[in-house]
């Protein structure tokens, strides 16, 4: 892949590459796959399916997380964690 095309990115002027493309330059300059398909406006495929499994939760879920106060979001997340080591 050329500099010239990843420098036309940035700027915008042409649209952004695939999510398997994102994920190889996510590897290739040891970023994380998520913030570059973030960045580049992409939702994961994975976290797609998720989503559309229960559209109404996740949207609900997602927009008030992220109206939420930091402290109830770090609770939840804590939680979460917790619930993953176990």
Do not use: H
């Amino acid at each position: 892949m050329q500099s010239s095309y990843l420098s036309k990115v940035e700027r915008e002027l042409v649209p952004p590459p695939s999510e398997a493309t994102i994920r190889k330059l996510a590897a290739v300059f040891e970023e994380d796959e998520d913030l570059l398909l973030a960045l580049a406006k992409k939702v994961p495929e994975d976290i797609r399916e998720i989503i559309c499994s229960d559209p109404g939760f996740y949207c609900w879920l997602i927009r008030n997380l992220e109206s939420a106060p930091p402290e109830i979001v770090e609770q939840c997340i804590a939680v979460l964690q917790e619930e993953e080591t176990n």
